[in-house]
């Protein structure tokens, strides 16, 4: 294996790790807060989305992709808009989830099976979507490259 080849496998390997242990953080600090806190279940999946994403950015950007094209602040742009779009996704999937096993009686945990649903589809957007703009040329360069590519 080439040493590119090698590079990216392990930066894969990384980011999923990183990945996952925001999700594990996302999704224990969603039960702490709804479960415990008592907070209301669609603002502690905010709130605990929001933690998650701290710790994906600052692991991702420190261990795996630390020198980039692009300068700081401009990756923590890019990754917070990519977030706050899976944020919505995240939400409304929960919430379609919660709808459709509502009424199952045989189903526990409800609120937690919509929510760890709703982070593993959400997290396939991420990646892919971190991985192509935000360490990379990010939003409006992709959008030139497609462009120039597609269009003229």
Do not use: C, D
């Not at 923590?76 to 999937?93: D, H, P, Q, Y």
């Not at 979507?129 to 935000?134: E, R, V």
């Amino acid at each position: 294996m080439n040493k590119l080849n090698q590079e990216t496998v392990h930066q894969v390997y990384k980011y999923i790790l990183f990945s996952g242990l925001a999700v594990l953080i996302n999704i224990v600090s969603r039960m702490v807060l709804s479960n415990y806190l008592n907070m209301v279940y669609y603002l502690a999946i905010t709130t605990a989305y929001i933690l998650g994403m701290i710790v994906n950015f600052v692991l991702n950007k420190n261990y795996n992709f630390p020198e980039g094209p692009r300068k700081y602040y401009q990756e923590l742009r890019t990754f917070m808009v990519i977030s706050f779009i899976g944020l919505f996704l995240t939400n409304g999937m929960a919430y379609l989830i919660l709808m459709l096993i509502q009424s199952q009686s045989e189903i526990i945990y409800k609120k937690s099976i919509a929510h760890i649903l709703a982070v593993g589809f959400v997290s396939i957007y991420s990646f892919i979507a971190h991985k192509l703009l935000t360490y990379k040329g990010g939003i409006r360069e992709s959008v030139k490259v497609y462009y120039k590519k597609h269009i003229n």
